[in-house]
């Protein structure tokens, strides 16, 4: 099982979420938006899955109110998904929310029924503990609805 530690130094930060990121391109495929969740890494609470003395995924938590935070991004590694470590870091997250003193955990993704593999990512959220909150139709695109889930801690 991966070793699950927290990254202080922003610019290591940023190198381990630029790694996985980039491999991950049929998820983080818009550059833009792949370098926005890289720069923003930098200030966010880092948790890193390490194996084997390499990164092999990572999550950040960013708060959005004075009790709550949100996973803003979240990659596991191609050839390391399906084996645990997305579970092992959304169960870090959570302890480390409630350490910090949040009461609640959110988190975005495109709603259930859109793309087979965003259903996947909705299935994962459900079955870490997450329920729905609300759909924003608009706050990306008309193609892409936003699915807010929420987990209080």
Same mark, same amino acid.
């Given at each position: 099982?991966?070793e699950?530690l927290?990254?202080?130094?922003? /610019?290591?930060?940023?190198?381990v979420?630029?790694?996985v990121?980039?491999?991950?391109?049929?998820? *983080? +495929?818009?550059e833009e938006?792949?370098? /926005?969740?890289?720069r923003?890494?930098?200030?966010?609470? *880092?948790?890193?899955a390490?194996?084997?003395?390499?990164?092999?995924? *990572?999550?950040?938590?960013k $708060?959005? +109110?004075?009790v709550?935070? $949100?996973?803003a991004?979240?990659? =596991?590694?191609?050839?390391?998904?399906?084996?645990?470590?997305?579970r092992?870091?959304?169960?870090?997250?959570?302890?480390?929310a409630?350490?910090? +003193?949040y009461? &609640?955990?959110? =988190?975005?993704?495109v709603?259930?029924g859109?793309?087979?593999d965003?259903?996947?990512? #909705?299935? &994962?959220?459900?079955a870490? +503990? &997450?329920?729905?909150?609300? =759909?924003?139709?608009?706050?990306?695109? $008309?193609? #892409?609805?936003?699915?807010?889930?929420?987990?209080?801690?």
């Open positions: 099982m991966p699950i927290p990254i202080a130094d922003p /610019e290591q930060k940023q190198a979420a630029r790694q990121l980039e491999a991950l391109t049929d998820w *983080f +495929g818009i938006s792949r370098e /926005e969740y890289i923003d890494s930098a200030s966010q609470l *880092f948790l890193c390490w194996e084997d003395g390499a990164p092999a995924g *990572f999550l950040c938590l $708060e959005t +109110g004075r709550t935070a $949100e996973v991004v979240m990659g =596991v590694m191609p050839d390391r998904r399906r084996c645990g470590l997305g092992a870091l959304m169960r870090a997250a959570i302890a480390s409630r350490e910090a +003193g009461s &609640f955990l959110q =988190v975005k993704t709603q259930m859109r793309y087979p965003y259903d996947e990512t #909705n299935r &994962f959220y459900l870490m +503990g &997450f329920r729905e909150f609300e =759909v924003f139709p608009l706050l990306w695109d $008309e193609a #892409n609805p936003c699915q807010v889930y929420v987990m209080a801690l």
